[in-house]
């Protein structure tokens, strides 16, 4: 059994990783999946959520909205529909996201949709746990 996975997480702009792991987080549709070498084939859908990634001592994150993972033994190919570094993230943007729909939720209108809505909470707090990791600096980011 190898001692490392190759990962690779494509958007539909960008290849953003490629590189070998030892291990990754992912938050799939019915629950976070954590993937070490020699895991059993599978396909998920993802959800909103961060992805976690180990190579060494050095453990990287990502956040995701949407797509798929195909885990195999050996490798881990994420097509996501949207997937950002700590670096790409605009936190005063990501925070804005939130509070208009938060503000939304306490005044609806007949034609909020209740679950973007929340789905954009969601998606807004984990950019910023995320871009957070990165200015801590206590975590290598990638």
Do not use: C
Not at 10 to 21: G, I, S
Not at 22 to 49: F, R, S
Not at 79 to 105: F, G, H, N, W
């Amino acid at each position: 059994m190898a001692d490392t996975l190759e990962l690779e997480i494509v958007t539909p702009d960008k290849l953003l990783v490629k590189e070998p792991v030892d291990e990754v987080q992912i938050p799939g549709k019915a629950g976070d999946l954590g993937v070490l070498p020699g895991h059993a084939p599978l396909i998920t859908e993802l959800t909103i959520g961060e992805i976690a990634y180990k190579h060494g001592a050095n453990t990287s994150h990502l956040a995701v909205a949407w797509g798929f993972a195909e885990v195999l033994p050996d490798k881990v190919t994420i097509l996501a529909q949207t997937a950002e570094r700590a670096s790409e993230i605009d936190v005063p943007r990501a925070q804005a996201a939130k509070a208009r729909a938060e503000e939304a939720l306490k005044n609806p209108t007949p034609d909020l949709d209740y679950e973007a809505t929340l789905n954009t909470i969601k998606r807004a707090e984990v950019r910023i746990k995320v871009a957070l990791y990165a200015q801590e600096g206590t975590i290598q980011h990638t």
